[in-house]
């Protein structure tokens, strides 16, 4: 039972102590210290210069039963991005709900890739399966007046998307539209996709606050058919892209070799598998003929 003061009393010090005491044997060591940075920055507006000047400050009345309920939430294993409602993401901070992904630091390499590779002005740029809309957003926020469409088939995702692109100022267009049958009918120079993949077989071997919280739907496939939504955006994007124009895909490590033919076999050049910074097969690119 945690020992609560008076609402009112309670300083930055001890409710930092409360976090640490309450994750203790529950979270790693470590992963106890990012998440008060976090609890701290998005719930009470501290930074860690905050943090570390603002010890004796008192927080708002909310704050002795607000870290409660985070304790209480983050035992249960819920993902601390839901419980504060945001997720950092190339720079950013975006809103995330139980409608949306949380966004990745392996999404974000995917990101700079397309940074890196595509200096040009006024691209064209396709998100399919765009959840929070980081991937489209970032795009938007990085490449030199790119005209940035996005899609999804959950409305509420959409909602989420939209809001966050009103917040950071991006210029983009979603559309709901299911991925094995994308709209809309268009023409870019790149498209991005980062869709379900993790196969149901694998389910029972992933965290719980992944697979008891975040939306299945964007996340798992059949294991007698793992490649399904590639199948779909392959041929879409042989058909949409422009000659020369780049598809980049996040990937199953276990399927690499099978993306490789995949993307061959509908006509793609130049199909590279590329490797994450942590040495796991993540990403398939490919150039339109």
């Known amino acids: 039972m945690l020992d609560l003061h008076y609402l009112c009393t309670m300083i930055l010090k001890e409710a930092i102590e409360q976090l640490r005491s309450g994750l203790a044997g529950v979270v790693e060591p470590q992963e106890v210290q990012a998440m008060i940075r976090v609890i701290c920055e998005d719930v009470f507006n501290y930074d860690p210069v905050d943090v570390?000047?603002?010890?004796?400050?008192?927080?708002?009345?909310?704050?002795?039963?607000?870290?409660?309920?985070?304790?209480?939430?983050?035992?249960?294993?819920?993902?601390?991005?839901?419980?504060?409602?945001?997720?950092?993401?190339?720079?950013?901070?975006?809103?995330?709900?139980?409608?949306?992904?949380?966004?990745?630091?392996?999404?974000?390499?995917?990101?700079?890739?397309?940074?890196?590779?595509?200096?040009?002005?006024?691209?064209?740029?396709?998100?399919?399966?765009?959840?929070?809309?980081?991937?489209?957003?970032?795009?938007?926020?990085?490449?030199?007046?790119?005209?940035?469409?996005?899609?999804?088939?959950?409305?509420?995702?959409?909602?989420?998307?939209?809001?966050?692109?009103?917040?950071?100022?991006?210029?983009?267009?979603?559309?709901?539209?299911?991925?094995?049958?994308?709209?809309p009918a268009a023409t870019y120079d790149i498209i991005v996709s980062n869709p379900p993949y993790i196969c149901w077989g694998e389910r029972e071997a992933m965290e719980s606050n992944v697979k008891d919280y975040e939306p299945g739907q964007a996340l798992f496939v059949p294991d007698n058919d793992p490649l399904m939504f590639y199948k779909a955006i392959a041929p879409y994007a042989a058909q949409s892209l422009e000659r020369g124009g780049r598809l980049y895909l996040e990937i199953n490590q276990r399927f690499g070799n099978e993306m490789k033919r995949l993307l061959e076999d509908n006509g793609f050049d130049e199909v590279r598998i590329i490797e994450d910074s942590y040495g796991k097969v993540r990403f398939a690119t490919a150039i339109s003929r």
Request: charged share 25%.
């Open 52 to 183: 570390a000047l603002r010890q004796e400050n008192e927080l708002p009345d909310f704050a002795e039963q607000r870290v409660a309920e985070i304790i209480a939430r983050l035992r249960r294993h819920e993902p601390l991005q839901y419980i504060v409602g945001t997720a950092r993401f190339h720079g950013h901070r975006f809103k995330v709900t139980p409608a949306t992904l949380i966004p990745r630091p392996e999404t974000e390499q995917l990101v700079d890739l397309i940074i890196d590779e595509n200096q040009g002005s006024d691209l064209r740029v396709l998100d399919m399966g765009t959840g929070s809309g980081c991937i489209a957003i970032s795009l938007a926020r990085a490449l030199k007046f790119a005209q940035v469409d996005a899609l999804d088939i959950s409305r509420d995702a959409l909602a989420v998307a939209r809001e966050n692109a009103a917040t950071l100022k991006a210029k983009v267009r979603f559309f709901e539209s299911d991925m094995l049958a994308p709209q």
